[in-house]
Nanobody, 119 residues
Framework: QVQLVESGGGLVQAGGSLSLSCVASGNIYNIYAMGWYRQAPGKQRELVAVIISGGSTNYADSVKGRFTISRDNAKNTVYLQMNRLKHEDTAVYYC?????????????WGQGTQVTVSS
């Protein structure tokens, strides 16, 4: 069993900041990647940011320079610091975990946390 518990999110005015965190637990002995996706109403789920086990990161163009992803390997936790938020950042944000099982990769998702940015 693998669990992802998200926290953070909420309502903020445009230009403000929010921080998300996600703690992974269970059978996760070799985490390859952790990150965040988001899904706005009527839109497909999209990548926001991901951090690979070696520390490399990848961001959606729309959040580069505003969002920062980080990871605490000892705590199996991934963070997303969101600054200069825009109305279009409003979405449900999902924590993502990819575990290396040697012969395959398993993907897991959190339950989602709402981020609402008022304009």
């Amino acid at each position: 069993q693998v669990q992802l518990v998200e926290s953070g999110g909420g309502l903020v005015q445009a230009g403000g900041s929010l921080s998300l965190s996600c703690v992974a637990s269970g059978n996760i002995y070799n985490i390859y990647a952790m990150g965040w996706y988001r899904q706005a109403p009527g839109k497909q789920r999209e990548l926001v940011a991901v951090i690979i086990s070696g520390g490399s990161t990848n961001y959606a163009d729309s959040v580069k320079g505003r969002f920062t992803i980080s990871r605490d390997n000892a705590k199996n936790t991934v963070y997303l610091q969101m600054n200069r938020l825009k109305h279009e950042d409003t979405a449900v944000y999902y924590c993502y975990l990819q575990v290396d099982r040697t012969w395959r990769y398993d993907n897991y998702w959190g339950q989602g946390t709402q981020v609402t940015v008022s304009s």
